[in-house]
T-cell receptor
Framework: NAGVTQTPKFRVLKTGQSMTLLCAQD?????MYWYRQDPGMGLRLIHY???????AKGEVPDGYNVSRLKKQNFLLGLESAAPSQTSVYFC?????????????FGPGTRLTVL | GDSVTQMEGPVTLSEEACLTI???????????LFWYVQYPGEGLQLLLK?????DKGSNKGFEATYRKETTSFHLEKGSVQVSDSAVYFC??????????FGTGTRLLVSP
């Protein structure tokens, strides 16, 4: 099992450009999440999904969109990148059951917006 | 809202020293509590968890006890190793499958 994978690993964008980050999991998990990690702020939830075809806003959703067309994939889009979106982005997944709510994380994508 | 507060780092220790990283939380209801660890260049991975008051989570020599009366979940290890150098995150889940993380504490262990 590969677990949770993310592509790309690194990306540099110019202000105003768009991009999509891809997250894939092979554990048949229902729930998937996108976080951003910034120095001194821990991880903050951007968007999440409780199943195929569903998405919901997290703590810091502005400037991002997501889609969950297939159960195993969760895409994070930036339509018009801004320097404030420079961060490390982590995807995670969990089974969604009450007593197995461990989240499994991908290795992260380091995004720099110039 | 729900929140997690953990001690600022870095925490610098010599090998075989004792470790305590403090974590306190504010939450409505009865959250599950977690410690996640992030090794350099990697994503987070679960270290241990506790789902109700007085539960003790343990793994790889690390322990944490869910203290409802003090709303705390401090991470402890009796003898740290260089390989324990990482960033440690305390987190809570109030039952909606969403985690609230602390800011992280970097641990540096020297030989």
């Amino acid at each position: 099992n590969a677990g949770v994978t993310q592509t790309p690993k690194f990306r540099v964008l110019k202000t105003g450009q768009s991009m999509t980050l891809l997250c894939a999991q092979d554990m048949n998990h229902e729930y998937m999440y996108w976080y951003r990690q910034d120095p001194g702020m821990g991880l903050r939830l951007i968007h999440y999904s409780v199943g195929e075809g569903t998405t919901a806003k997290g703590e810091v959703p502005d400037g991002y969109n997501v889609s969950r067309l297939k159960k195993q994939n969760f895409l994070l889009g930036l339509e018009s990148a801004a320097p404030s979106q420079t961060s490390v982005y982590f995807c995670a997944s969990s089974s969604g059951t009450s007593y197995s709510n461990e989240q499994f994380f991908g290795p992260g994508t380091r995004l720099t917006v110039l | 809202g729900d929140s997690v507060t953990q001690m600022e780092g870095p925490v610098t220790l010599s090998e075989e020293a004792c470790l305590t990283i403090n974590c306190t939380y504010t939450a409505t209801g009865y959250p599950s509590l977690f410690w996640y660890v992030q090794y350099p260049g990697e994503g987070l991975q679960l270290l241990l968890k506790a789902t109700k008051a007085d539960d003790k989570g343990s793994n790889k020599g690390f322990e944490a006890t869910y203290r409802k009366e003090t709303t705390s979940f401090h991470l402890e290890k009796g003898s740290v190793q260089v390989s324990d150098s990482a960033v440690y995150f305390c987190a809570l889940d109030t039952g909606f499958q969403k985690l609230v993380f602390g800011t992280g504490t970097r641990l540096l262990v020297s030989p």
